[in-house]
Structures are given as structure tokens and as C-alpha cells.
């Protein structure tokens, strides 16, 4: 195989706005430093005319392939720039993915093959190659991963096609230019509604463009934190349906269209009051502990409203409850009906009551999966081989040449398989 060219996006949180934003609210999100990597290998001279498309998922140990003859044979032409794909290039895609034989219980793995060949052959056509993922992110879990997916995966398509240039930094690392980000977040929502039907676009804008952000009906504006959030992220390891989810909330909102529509307005209200108390400076601790107790409110009222909405789960009332007995409120981020759980961290808390709720968590049929320090990831990095730049390293001088704090924005530790 020829130089694999490889991307990487980070995955994401919402702070405020889930849901509600696919009906015009406002919503806030950031990125995290938990990342999915996809690489693309293309059959160099000395390979010869390889005739397979290759989709590896390593961290799941699957593997699937189609021949190029299949492809031509079932797929029609695609269009090369980004739109929703027609109704029979998803009719015969999803052929191709009824052959690999997935099991109906991984239907979130067959809606991401899915995606794979849709992006795949729109962006590069019908041709062979060899597409490696992997990902720090837990599948289905609220943190994005379908995002990530989609967007590193479009970036390193569009790379390897040379839609997006690939000049080298001193580091290996090279970052689009706001054009080709553009470009790359488009095809990347369009392997979204793939999945999952009706999505906000928030998840692959923040995933694309990284830092926190406010994000209103496509809307994106860059927010600057003055101080660092810390966060407990608790995954409840249930999985859940995200496209079935909005649906419900949706069906829920034309059954009650004037209950529901106060419901997205006081959604938008949250959003808006918690991004300008996240930008408004803080001088000391005083100041920053009373930013951090409205915040904290303004947490708690959003998860009042999402439970109005009916995408709240058993798993994650236990959370909420678990939480709240050290008054520590917190709120689900994602999908809902499972998935993982906010609690921020107050900048004075003491650690010692940081690791009794953690163990009181562990407690609820759960362990401490591991602690991610989670930053504000900026730009979507490409790789070119024999250069190494951590997550880590390249969150950091983001957020020390483009934040006015020194700091990650977002410090995250994450508890998994809660109160299943």
C-alpha cells in the first residue's frame, strides 16, 4: 500500500442544548481530547490493480470488504460534493451492508459501515483502499463518536483525494484552513444524517472546529472560557438509540406543540445565560465560585427540562442522585436514555470528596474506567508517517495561543459502567 494519510477529531460534550437544538434552540458544546483516528492506505504501483475496499475497526476486531466489481455493480455514480445522498445510492448501500452479515442487535455498527460507503464512494468515488479506525471513544455513549467517526474519516478521504492540501509542519501535523475545515464539516454532517437521520450538526461542527462553542440552527460562535471547567463525565454504559431518541422528542412536540415549544425556549435561555457566564472574566476565587454555583443551576435546570422531554434513563437518575448527595448537580450530555453523565467539579472542591463520589459511583455496579484530562482540541490534525504528536500536546498549545486561559477549558474524568 501506498502512504497512509491519517485524521484525527476529538469527540465532545454538551454543556447545554441537547435535543432542544434540533428545534432552533441554542446549544452549547466543547471538544475533548478523546479521539477517533482514521487512516487511509491507497494500492501503491507495486501492489498492483488491488480490487478491495477495506473498512478495519480495530478496536472492535472486525473487519469488511467489497471488491471493487461488487461496488460498480451495485452502487451508481456519485455526486463529489456534499449533499444528501439519493435514494437509490442508499438503497443499494444499504445492500452492501446487508451482506457483511451484521447482526441486527449492532445496528449502530451497520449505520456506520453505512456511512462509510456513502462518504467513500462520494468522496473518492468507486476505488480500492484501506481505511483503519480507531477511536478512545465509547461507542454510543453521548461523547460523539459517530461525529468523530465522520468527521476524521471525511478529512482523510478529502486528503488522500487531494481535495485538502497536505503540507507538512515541523511536527508532522498540519491543520485545513477554515475553507477546507468548512468542507470537511459538511460531508461529515452528511455522513451524520446517515446515521442518524435528523441530526443538529452540532456534534461534527465542535468535533470539525474544536474549542467551545455556542450553536444555533448551523449558527457556530467560537466561546472563550476564562477559566477551566472541570467535569466528571459518568458512563452509564447503557446503550441507546440517538435517531430513535430525537424522534421521540419530535413526536412528543407535535403532540404538545405549545408545552414543548416553552420547553425549547427555556432551553435557549440556559444556553445563552450559561455562555456569558462561561466569558465573563473571573478575578478571584470568590468570583469563580459564584460563575461556578450558576452554572451548576443552570445544569440542574436543563436536566429538569430534558426529562421533560422524556430522553432521561434510570442509569441516569442514578447519577443525578448519587451526585447530588455532595451538592453536585449534574445533567445528561448527548442523546439521553442512557449514555453519560456532566458533574462539574468546583475549582475548590476538595479532592478528597471528589474520590468519595467517584467510589459511591464505582459503587452502583460500576468501575473507574480511566482519567481523562480532558482540553479543548482546536484544530483537526492529519498525519503523515514517521512523526508522533500527542492529543494532549496539541490541545495544550491550542489552548496557550488562542484562549485567554493558560489552561485546558474542560478537565474531565471519566467513570464508566454506572448504575446499569
Known amino acids: 500500500m501506498g502512504v497512509p494519510v491519517v485524521a484525527r477529531a476529538p469527540g465532545k460534550i454538551i454543556l447545554s442544548g441537547e435535543h432542544a437544538v434540533v428545534h432552533g434552540s441554542t446549544a452549547v458544546a466543547a471538544s475533548i481530547d478523546l479521539c477517533t483516528k482514521v487512516s487511509v492506505s491507497l494500492p501503491s504501483d507495486a501492489d498492483g490493480a488491488s480490487g478491495l475496499l477495506e473498512l478495519r475497526l480495530e478496536d472492535l476486531e472486525l473487519v469488511f470488504s467489497w471488491s471493487i466489481e461488487r461496488l460498480k455493480e451495485i452502487l451508481p455514480v456519485c455526486d463529489t460534493s456534499p449533499s444528501s445522498s439519493s435514494l437509490e445510492t442508499l438503497q443499494s448501500a444499504a445492500i452492501l451492508v446487508e451482506e457483511q452479515n451484521i447482526p441486527e442487535a449492532k445496528i449502530g455498527l451497520a449505520a456506520g459501515v453505512f456511512a462509510f460507503l456513502c462518504l467513500h464512494t462520494a468522496i473518492r468515488g468507486i476505488k480500492p483502499a484501506v481505511v483503519v479506525v480507531t477511536s478512545d471513544l465509547p461507542l454510543g455513549s453521548g461523547l460523539g463518536s459517530s461525529a468523530a467517526f465522520c468527521v ?163 442509569s441516569i437518575e442514578t447519577v443525578l442522585r448519587t451526585t447530588l448527595k455532595y451538592q453536585l448537580p449534574s445533567k445528561l450530555t448527548g442523546g439521553g436514555g442512557g449514555g453519560c453523565v456532566l458533574t462539574l467539579l468546583p475549582t475548590l472542591l476538595a479532592g478528597a470528596v471528589i474520590d468519595k463520589v467517584i467510589t459511591e459511583l464505582e459503587g452502583c455496579q460500576g468501575r473507574m474506567f480511566e482519567g481523562f484530562h480532558g482540553a479543548i482540541a482546536k484544530h483537526l490534525p492529519f498525519r503523515l508517517p514517521f512523526f508522533e504528536l500527542s492529543s494532549r500536546e496539541i490541545c495544550l498549545k491550542f489552548s496557550k495561543n488562542n484562549s485567554a486561559f493558560e489552561e485546558p477549558a474542560v478537565i474531565c474524568e471519566l467513570v464508566e459502567n454506572v448504575g446499569r
Open 152 to 314: 476524521s474519516l471525511s478529512a482523510a478521504l478529502l486528503a488522500s483525494s487531494g481535495s485538502i492540501s497536505l503540507d507538512c509542519n515541523e511536527h508532522g501535523w498540519l491543520s485545513p484552513n477554515s475553507e477546507e475545515l468548512e468542507l470537511v464539516n459538511r460531508w461529515a454532517f452528511e455522513g451524520e444524517k446517515v446515521i442518524h437521520g435528523k441530526p443538529s450538526g452540532i456534534d461534527n461542527t465542535v468535533s470539525t472546529f474544536g474549542n467551545m462553542i455556542m450553536f444555533q440552527s448551523g449558527k457556530l460562535t467560537q466561546i472563550k472560557s476564562y477559566a477551566p471547567l472541570r467535569m466528571l463525565i459518568t458512563n452509564t454504559k447503557v446503550g441507546r438509540n440517538t435517531q430513535a431518541l430525537v424522534a421521540g422528542v419530535s413526536e412528543r412536540a407535535l403532540r404538545y406543540p405549545g408545552a414543548m415549544a416553552s420547553v425549547f425556549s427555556a432551553v435557549d435561555s440556559i444556553s445563552k445565560e450559561l455562555s456569558a457566564i462561561i466569558q465573563s472574566p473571573a478575578t478571584n476565587d470568590f468570583s469563580i465560585t459564584e460563575k461556578e454555583e450558576k452554572i451548576q443551576e443552570l445544569m440542574e435546570m436543563n436536566q429538569g427540562l430534558l426529562q421533560c422531554m422524556g430522553v432521561s434513563h434510570a
